[in-house]
């Protein structure tokens, strides 16, 4: 076909964000023709970048994607995919990952926080409310710790004195001071890492158990494009699509979603919608969940609340007083992404049980918080880590190769278990080590 691109490299890496970026960079001095390609676009340095506008423009849907069960997903599509749109935290592997699944990332990771500075804000950042959250946990016997971050004042493009971090950080971060997987795709590109935007991957090719490469759409152009390796880093719901379109029925099939849901309580002091997102945490391992502080955004908030009734909607005109606890569920595998285009992420029985038990432990921390009994409620479910569609362990090797030669996926999705964390560090971890992987065939 006359009109249709022919491409060729050594390495082909599909989506930018931190499992992409992170092998991209460490591939991009090994002397290999790579390749990146990216869905959406770079959206840095725009005037919308960090706005409720832009966060509609560069997120799958307009940021209204849902499951069947009415789970509300924010998906990223932008270089630097999810770490355009996180609150900046960080935190290791779970041990689990290691003597389960035999992912040893402890040099990785150990790495990756000298290297990008991963620490807690210090203590003047992490806010008046969400210290007084940590505190009042602390009282009721739950030992709360300051959150590491991919966030560094210092780094603001106006200096620290002009860190005023709060909830719309969520929406991208104009201001610099948080650490995006698109810097990195920016050191591979410098050392010749052909990356090339818009491009829209429909399946993978292969030929006698081998990957030969994929083709697409690129900036709206069919393309092909060749290959002897070929790594999908297109995030939970991106890569097992592309793996479906490419024959792997069992991809997609069961999914995670560390299901989240906040818990609100308003008081007559400030509240945590001014303070940088998820300061302090804590983790229930046995419980199976995870708190931390967090709240909506502004003109976010009334559109969850609403969902709740129309006392929780109006109370947006009090949102500078509120207090949020967010719960993060390690919630089972179910559910899965289909070929259709839907996505189902049910809760199970035991996902059930532990939101409860996190719900009565939020109520009591935000009532000796200061919170009004009254105010205090429960938002509906949300998806933040759309993961464990392409588990470790059975679509995948512990190197994260697929059944067919060559062909690698490294993101959220080839999680075999919930992470009930943050996911960021894991996946630069796993990116990291596969780079090494690939880099010992040669």
Same mark, same amino acid.
């Given at each position: 076909m006359a009109n249709k691109i022919n491409l060729s490299a050594d390495v082909i890496i599909v989506g930018s964000g931190p499992g992409g970026a992170t092998v991209a960079k460490y591939l991009a001095d090994s002397g290999k023709k790579i390749l990146l390609f990216e869905r959406g676009r770079d959206h840095r340095n725009k005037w919308y970048y960090g706005t409720y506008p832009g966060a509609?423009?560069?997120s799958e849907k307009m940021s209204l994607l849902f499951t069947k069960e009415g789970l509300n997903i924010i998906a990223p599509?932008?270089?630097?995919?999810?770490?355009?749109m996180f609150a900046g935290c960080a935190a290791p592997p779970p041990s689990w990952l290691k003597d389960k699944y035999g992912l040893d990332l402890d040099k990785e990771v150990a790495e990756t926080v000298q290297q990008l500075n991963i620490q807690p804000l210090a203590e003047k950042f992490r806010g008046k409310a969400s210290t007084r959250i940590a505190e009042s946990a602390g009282k009721l016997g739950y030992d709360w710790y300051a959150q590491p971050k991919f966030m560094t004042p210092a780094r603001t493009k106006k200096g620290e004195h002009q860190f005023k971090c709060g909830a719309s950080c969520m929406l991208g971060c104009a201001c610099g001071a948080k650490w995006?997987?698109?810097?990195?795709?920016?050191? /591979?590109?410098? *050392?010749? =890492?052909?990356?090339?935007?818009? /491009?829209?991957? *429909?399946? =993978?090719?292969?030929?006698n158990g081998t990957v030969t490469g994929v083709e697409g759409h690129l900036q709206g152009k069919k393309f092909t494009a060749e290959a002897d390796t070929v790594i999908l880093s297109a995030g939970g719901l991106g890569s097992p699509r592309i793996l479906q379109r490419s024959g792997f029925k069992d991809a997609g099939v069961g999914m995670t979603m560390d299901t989240t849901v906040m818990v609100y309580g308003f008081t007559k002091y400030s509240g945590t919608g001014m303070e940088p997102p998820m300061t302090w945490s804590w983790e229930n391992d046995d419980a199976g969940y995870m708190l931390s502080t967090l709240t909506d955004p502004w003109l976010l908030y009334p559109l969850v609340a609403i969902r709740k009734g129309i006392g929780p909607a109006i109370r947006w005109l009090q949102w500078h007083k509120m207090l949020g606890i967010m719960i993060k569920l390690k919630d089972d595998v179910a559910g899965g992404v289909f070929p259709d285009g839907s996505i189902s992420k049910p809760l199970t029985k035991g996902d059930e049980e532990s939101l409860k038990h996190a719900e009565n432990i939020c109520h009591?921390?935000?009532?000796?918080?200061?919170?009004?009994?009254?105010?205090?409620?429960?938002?509906?479910?949300?998806?933040?880590?759309?993961?464990?569609?392409?588990?470790?362990?059975e679509l995948l090797d512990k190197n994260l190769q697929t059944s067919i030669k060559g062909l690698y996926v490294c993101d959220a999705s080839v999680f075999p278990e919930s992470l009930d964390r943050p996911t960021v560090l894991t996946i630069i971890g796993l990116g990291k080590r596969l780079a090494k992987h690939l880099l010992a065939m040669d």
């Open positions: 509609m423009l560069y599509n932008m270089l630097g995919g999810a770490t355009s995006n997987a698109a810097e990195w795709v920016d050191d /591979a590109v410098a *050392s010749q =890492v052909n990356l090339r935007t818009r /491009a829209n991957i *429909s399946k =993978v090719l292969i030929q009591k921390i935000l009532l000796e918080a200061g919170a009004k009994k009254e105010t205090i409620f429960m938002t509906p479910q949300r998806g933040t880590h759309p993961s464990g569609t392409v588990r470790v362990g």
